[in-house]
């Protein structure tokens, strides 16, 4: 196979790479994250209408009259489905949803409450915490893995890679306000293991030619290792992306956030495997002798 | 890496079966004792109500410390020590010692035998912190004694949510303990929790209290206002008789009025106090309390001596038949407030299934057919391993009776996904020393051996994300980290042993093929 010289664009790549990261902190700190009713806390109503005459402005503005606080209302899946998002969370109350019910079906007519979620102040503020904690753990988790399978130098590359991805991922759902619900921590989480994945797979390579090639320059070997491998992770990302790309478009409304997520997340898993993980092992110097030296201890 | 002993290839072969038996067993009803093994399926999947309910243990504490107060003014003045000012503030009781007997109090509430000192036997702990300044004393409950009252009330409170939730008679229900003050309930094929919610937002505390036509009454009154809302009542604070003296109670149709009662049968206890009470007090009215609120207020007109009795107001037939039950089931020991739910209505959970099973079918497809045109026969190795792969997976998910959730769906469809991809380290590895090597067997075994340490780095980050996904997730969340996790174990036992074993039956048998792969 013709050998592809991806060493050629590290610098190019690493910039934009930045720009991209710069870019998604920037959103992530001032414009935040959509965060749904796991996350916030409120009521979420999955209703369905019985005609087709019934359209957001008709939903929302009979929502309005309720008194429910800030009323988001969006079309889920079809013309008949509606997803209708308030501030305002009174489960004590089990009449509540029962009488939204009656007072939406007088304005709108029959309507089918599919799905009705209902998070009080105190959950939503736990599940958050533990979504983080969950990320974070896992990050650590990877780093301490990876630092008993390599050397630092790697691992610096391999957890550099790891926070591109969900930073830049993170980035994307915060400049489109896409929600972040629990499914889409779960998808973070995958995220990080199939990042990690794909940067082990490249830095076993790596490893390997390290001990067969003396004389050859890191710059150069990473490139010989992303060729050897590149077929690998051509066919991994591929069937990956299918296995996605089917849960995208037939899994579902209530997956689309999380199959999304997934997939922007392999596809900068696999850049940032090549061109984060390796460019940061050429600009640390990694040599023979940086294995050689540690295996001797 | 390709040889096989005859009693290896027998065990994969048996384990498989056995397994796959287990996942064909979900789609067949199959009529034997061992196999009835279900997958079951999570609320989303099945349609259904899952509630989080907090019981707020305030009350409870107040209540708590009001007795204790009691006690501790009897052993004071057993022990001839004044003790006066008591007030309770902020969940503690404060009261003033006289000066002289400072020493002795402290010492008194040191004391680990003392019978202030009630757990300190059994748990080695006391049930409060003491401060002292002066001549005050201000003692709050330790966080041992919060625990110990917190797990108590749970238990009781959990076990009327149970009953409560028995009687209405939904298929299957789930009640969890979760930390030291919540209760879990999952009500599956429930899409209106209306009524649960209702029947377990009420605390059901009854009780039976004379109206005061005078205010100085011995007891002391209170002011409460009529369920309806329409009027108040000044009511004794003497409890004439309380739930707990309950036996039966159940809807019934007074056949005077033509109105929806709830007759009540009361224990012998109950049945002395009541006729006691009732002869003494004809003329009165008897304010039937519940909740702090009057539901209804009858003129006691002769004495009521058999422990039997109605309870009228206004009943319709459902709301006589949850009151029945709400006394029937008990009291709460402390409020519960519901601070979680997710209801799921049946046919969005078909739709899930269905959606899930079709993106499931769409992208197996997709995957066995791209392996198909890269690796040609190889690629049917691949796909075969990949098949028996969705077998053990479903089929342990069966055995352990996990719960499939629309999210462990996708984990399935992922697992789909990736699974091929050790498959495709090794074959890749293979081409790779195929260029080398001329044996074919030799470049296979190597092929294998070689790849053998990054597919096992590689599957093990995937588990590290899958585990911390499961300890840190709820509900639908953690059925994706099972069906990850189990699905990178499938896949290694399908990779290294089915895969592998075909494939060396293969390669021993065309070992002198070229352009083997």
Known sequence: MKTIYFNKFYKSFNILSGILIITSLIFLVFKGLNFGVDFKGGTLIELRTDTSSANITKIRDSFNQMNLGDVSVKN???????????????????????????????????????????????????????????????????????????????????????FHDVIITLGVFSVFSLEINLSIVAAVLTIVGYSMNDTVVIFDRVRENLRKYADVKIFELTNISINETLSRTIITSVTTLLALLSIFIFGGEILKGFSLAMILGVIFGTYSSIYIANPVLVSLKVSQRTIVKEEKE | MLYFSKLRVFSVLIFTLIISYFTISNFTKVDDEFFTKNIKLGLDLQGGSYLLLEIDNEPVITQRLQSKVLEFKKFFKDKDIKVRNFVIENKSIIFDVENSKIEEVKSLLDDDKSEINPYFQQYKSHQFNIENMDTSFKLEFSDYGLVLLKN??????????????????????????????????????????????????????????????????????????????????????????????????????????????????????????????????????????????????????????????????????????????????????????????????????????????????????????????????????????????????????????????????????????????????????????????????????????????????????????????????????????????????????????????????????????????
Do not use: C
């Open chain 1, 76 to 162: 889920f899946g079809n013309e008949t489905d509606f997803v209708v998002k308030f501030e305002k969370q009174n489960s004590n109350d089990p009449q509540f949803i029962e009488e939204i019910k009656t007072k939406l079906s007088n304005s709108i007519g029959t309507v089918d409450f599919r799905r009705v979620e209902n998070v009080g102040p105190k959950v939503s503020a736990e599940l958050l915490r533990s979504g983080v904690i969950a990320i974070a753990l896992s990050l650590a988790a990877m780093l301490l893995y990876i630092w008993i399978r390599f050397e630092w130098q790697f691992s610096l590359g391999a957890i550099l890679a790891l």
């Open chain 2, 152 to 517: 108590s009330s749970l238990d009781q409170a959990i076990e009327i949510v149970r009953r409560r939730v028995d009687e209405v008679g939904t298929n299957e229900p789930n009640i969890l303990k979760r930390g030291n003050d919540r209760i879990l309930v999952e009500l599956p094929g429930l899409d209106d929790p209306g009524r649960i919610k209702s029947l377990l937002g009420k605390t059901a505390n009854l009780t039976f209290q004379f109206i005061s036509s005078s205010s100085e009454e011995s007891f002391g009154t209170e002011k409460l206002s009529f369920e309806d809302g329409s009027s108040e009542a000044i009511v004794s604070k003497r409890i004439v008789l309380s739930g707990d003296n309950l036996m039966d109670a159940k809807p019934t149709m007074n056949n005077q009025t033509n109105e929806t009662v709830v007759s009540f049968s009361l224990d012998r206890v109950g049945a002395k106090k009541f006729g006691k009470a009732t002869s003494n007090g004809v003329g009165k009215r008897l304010a039937i309390v519940l909740d702090g609120k009057i539901i209804s207020a009858p003129e006691v007109r002769e004495p009521i001596i058999g422990g039997n009795g109605q309870i009228s107001g206004n009943f319709t037939f459902q709301s006589a038949t949850d009151l029945a039950l709400l006394l029937r089931s008990g009291a709460l020991p402390a409020p519960l407030n519901i601070i979680e739910e997710r209801t799921v209505g049946p046919d969005l959970g078909k739709d899930s299934i269905n959606a899930g099973i079709m993106s499931l079918i769409i992208g197996f497809i997709l995957v066995v057919a791209f392996m198909f045109y890269k690796y040609r026969f190889f690629g049917l190795i691949a796909n075969l391993a990949l098949i028996s792969n969705l077998f053990l997976l479903v089929g342990i998910l069966t055995l352990f009776e996990a719960t499939l959730t629309l999210p462990g769906i996708a984990g399935i469809i992922l697992t789909v996904g990736m699974a091929v991809d050790a498959n495709v380290l090794i074959f890749e590895r293979i081409k790779e020393e195929l260029k080398n090597e001329n044996n074919s067997i030799v470049a296979f075994d190597s092929g294998y051996t070689k790849s053998r340490t990054t597919i096992l780095d590689a599957n093990i980050t995937t588990l590290i994300a899958a585990v911390i996904l499961f300890f840190m997730g709820s509900g639908p969340i953690k059925g994706f980290s099972i069906t990850l996790g189990v699905g990178i174990l499938t896949t290694l036992f399908s990779v290294y042993f089915i895969a592998r074993l075909i494939t060396a039956y293969y390669v021993i048998k065309n070992k002198h093929k070229e352009k083997l792969i």
